[in-house]
């Protein structure tokens, strides 16, 4: 069964960084597209990024854009997310899911809390 | 504020009908392919409807999506009280350049 295991979030102070980590397991990894989609509280779902399959191609929402930075190293089937320059707006849980338009996996999350 | 509008709240009794609206625009709904996912609290995001209209093995066929122009819709025939969580329509958006969520619409089972 596929499995997409988050970790990395907590409590950051506005400013700071943060880098999420995504460990994927039960598929080939270096197959699939990956994103990260996150629920801040209260709110809905909002897609915050895209990578390839080979680690090109990365896309961003406009809220992220410039400050989060994609990635994955697919010897670890592993999939980042370094987050910059974090608002009080980032706070969410941030799941990882597997594909570009079709997330038909997607793991337990890991909250962000950005306060001082 | 969300690009793909979703009504906040459908609901209807145990065995009845629910259908859930999606409007969006010619980037995104109309020209792209329509996903539909449940949302439960605390849990991850389950995929229910792919390109418009196709079940993941294992979602119950009570479950079915259609799409016409720039809105798309999901179907619940059968309510039961398990299906009470929040359901989310997206698509991919070619002016954005990126993937969008609608608002999300909360299902409640009378």
């Known amino acids: 069964e596929v499995q997409l295991l988050e970790s990395g979030g907590g409590l950051v102070p506005p400013g700071g960084s943060l880098r999420l980590s995504c460990v994927a397991s039960e598929f080939t990894f270096s197959s699939y597209a990956m994103s990260w989609v996150r629920q801040a509280p209260g709110k809905g779902l909002e897609w915050v990024s895209v990578?390839?399959?080979?680690?090109?191609?990365?896309y961003y929402a406009d809220s992220v854009k410039g400050r989060f930075t994609i990635s994955r190293d697919n010897s670890k089937n592993t999939l980042y997310l370094q987050m910059n320059s974090l608002r009080a707006e980032d706070t969410a849980v941030y799941y990882c899911?597997?594909?570009?338009?079709?997330?038909?996996?997607w793991g337990q999350g890991t909250l962000v809390t950005v306060s001082s | 504020q969300s690009v793909l509008t979703q009504p906040p709240s459908v609901s209807a009794a145990p065995g009845q009908k629910v259908t859930i609206s999606c409007s969006g625009a010619s980037s995104n709904i109309g020209n792209n392919d329509v996903s539909w996912y449940q949302h439960l609290p605390g849990t991850a995001p389950k995929l229910l409807v792919y390109e418009n209209n196709k079940r993941p093995s294992g979602i119950p066929d009570r479950f079915s999506g259609s799409k016409s122009g720039t809105s798309a819709t999901l179907g619940i025939t059968g309510l039961q009280t398990g299906d009470e969580a929040e359901y989310y329509c997206a698509a991919w958006d070619s002016s954005l350049t990126g993937y969008v969520f609608g608002s999300g619409t909360e299902v409640t089972v009378l």
């Open positions: 990578i390839s399959s080979s680690g090109g191609s990365p």
């Open positions: 899911a597997k594909g570009s338009d079709i997330f038909d996996h």
